[in-house]
């Protein structure tokens, strides 16, 4: 992984950074002292921020602000391309975490503004890019894709246990019991501390590790049985109704060419 001296925002509005992940890697738990756009042009990653718990993929980025504890973890290859953001631009996507829309012209901003160097002219051809390309953050729409995690420890040994293997049938009295809880605790506490049920939560992160499998390339019938739906078209149904679109559109597309 690449360092990243973040002094180089106190001089510029927005710094862009490109690295390249393996299978497996794992950003241990940091923070950054500037807000980030977290965005992978190839690949998909899982974040989880704090109480939540995302899975981006390359349709979608996500805004971090400064300070807010953050770990990335990467299933296949990642091909990352970061944008921090100087102190004046430290809201622009807001005080909390959220993913965010990519649009194709946000994703060739992106791209050719990685590769600008810490020192780029802000009055010249650069700066004018970096312009374009915030006016563009503010405008994408937010995109469901995260999962609020649990701080109780009982309940979090059960969501880790969903997110490992998002298919698993068990049912409410049996996470109850993983848990240690009477089934009337768990489903009190557990709405308490997500603002949902269970079945609602797992219900997201099933929708979160489909989206992961189908950016992988992976056909709708195979993730449909492996996030736990009984066929695939109860799977595309739901996936429909929840992202408004169809599985499909969610698998990989050519590689965008960079502005010149």
Same mark, same amino acid.
């Given at each position: 992984?690449?360092?990243?001296?973040?002094?180089?925002?106190?001089?510029?509005?927005?710094?862009?950074?490109?690295?390249?992940?393996?299978?497996?890697?794992?950003?241990?738990?940091?923070?950054?002292?500037?807000?980030?756009?977290?965005?992978?042009?190839?690949?998909?990653?899982?974040?989880? #921020?704090?109480?939540? +718990?995302?899975?981006?993929?390359?349709? *979608?980025?996500?805004? !971090?602000?400064?300070?807010?504890?953050? $770990? %990335?973890?990467?299933?296949?290859?990642?091909?990352?391309?970061?944008?921090?953001?100087?102190?004046?631009?430290?809201?622009?996507?807001?005080?909390?975490?959220?993913?965010?829309?990519?649009?194709?012209?946000?994703?060739?901003?992106?791209?050719?503004? #990685?590769?600008?160097? +810490?020192?780029?002219?802000?009055?010249? *051809?650069?700066?004018? !890019?970096?312009?374009?390309?915030?006016? $563009? %953050?503010?405008?994408?729409?937010?995109?469901?894709?995260?999962?609020?995690?649990?701080?109780?420890?009982?309940?979090?040994?059960?969501?880790?246990?969903?997110?490992?293997?998002?298919?698993?049938?068990?049912?409410?009295?049996?996470?109850?019991?993983?848990?240690?809880?009477?089934?009337?605790?768990?489903?009190?506490?557990?709405?308490?501390?997500?603002?949902?049920?269970?079945?609602?939560?797992?219900?997201?992160?099933?929708?979160?590790?489909?989206?992961?499998?189908?950016?992988?390339?992976?056909?709708?019938?195979?993730?449909?049985?492996?996030?736990?739906?009984?066929?695939?078209?109860?799977?595309?149904?739901?996936?429909?109704?929840?992202?408004?679109?169809?599985?499909?559109?969610?698998?990989?597309?050519?590689?965008?060419?960079?502005?010149?």
């Amino acid at each position: 992984m690449k360092t990243f001296d973040e002094a180089t925002c106190d001089s510029r509005t927005v710094v862009g950074l490109e690295d390249e992940y393996a299978a497996g890697f794992v950003d241990p738990a940091h923070r950054h002292q500037h807000a980030q756009l977290l965005y992978a042009s190839s690949g998909v990653m899982s974040v989880i #921020v704090e109480a939540e +718990s995302f899975v981006i993929p390359p349709q *979608r980025a996500l805004w !971090i602000p400064a300070g807010a504890l953050h $770990e %990335v973890s990467c299933r296949g290859p990642v091909s990352i391309r970061t944008l921090y953001f100087g102190d004046a631009l430290g809201n622009l996507g807001g005080d909390v975490c959220r993913v965010i829309e990519i649009s194709d012209f946000l994703k060739a901003l992106i791209l050719e503004v #990685v590769h600008f160097g +810490s020192d780029y002219d802000e009055d010249g *051809r650069e700066g004018r !890019i970096v312009r374009v390309l915030i006016d $563009e %953050v503010r405008a994408m729409p937010d995109a469901p894709y995260s999962a609020r995690m649990p701080t109780d420890y009982r309940l979090l040994r059960v969501c880790r246990q969903i997110l490992d293997d998002p298919s698993d049938q068990r049912d409410l009295d049996e996470y109850a019991a993983i848990a240690g809880m009477s089934r009337r605790t768990f489903t009190r506490l557990f709405r308490q501390e997500t603002g949902m049920g269970l079945a609602v939560w797992r219900q997201q992160v099933r929708l979160m590790e489909a989206v992961s499998l189908l950016a992988m390339g992976q056909p709708v019938t195979t993730v449909a049985f492996d996030v736990g739906y009984e066929s695939p078209s109860a799977f595309t149904a739901m996936f429909h109704r929840s992202f408004g679109a169809p599985p499909s559109q969610y698998r990989p597309r050519s590689p965008e060419p960079r502005m010149h």
